[in-house]
Nanobody, 120 residues
Framework: VQLQASGGGLVQAGGSLRLSCAAS????????MGWYRQAPGKQRDLVAD???????NYADSVKGRFTISRDNAKNTVYLQMNSLKPEDTAVYYC???????????????WGQGTQVTVSS
């Protein structure tokens, strides 16, 4: 199983970006999918996650600005980021709890990370 993240880049404060993360490989189903971020010198923190049924959870710092969604048919999770601030600058990682036909139990997979830089 591989997770391929895309959509990062450089944007001015107040701008928007949309991140995507597609899971591929031998997949039976996917439970929760989410986005985390890690700024230089800091720990990796949850930004938002979404269950297979669509229930969402957000970090307080992004509530009202970011929206997480998923397309179960495409095994893809999205993060729409609006009203971006310089403090949103970080490497963003996607995570998925994937059930493969071989294991039939959830296993956590991470994407490779995509850089988001917000200039002031």
């Amino acid at each position: 199983v591989q997770l391929q993240a895309s959509g990062g880049g450089l944007v001015q404060a107040g701008g928007s970006l949309r991140l995507s993360c597609a899971a591929s490989g031998s997949i039976f189903s996917i439970n929760a999918m989410g986005w985390y971020r890690q700024a230089p010198g800091k720990q990796r923190d949850l930004v938002a996650d979404i269950t297979s049924s669509g229930s969402t959870n957000y970090a307080d710092s992004v509530k009202g600005r970011f929206t997480i969604s998923r397309d179960n048919a495409k095994n893809t999770v999205y993060l729409q980021m609006n009203s971006l601030k310089p403090e949103d600058t970080a490497v963003y990682y996607c995570k998925s709890e994937v059930i493969t036909p071989r294991r039939m139990v959830p296993y956590t997979y991470w994407g490779q990370g995509t850089q988001v830089t917000v200039s002031s």
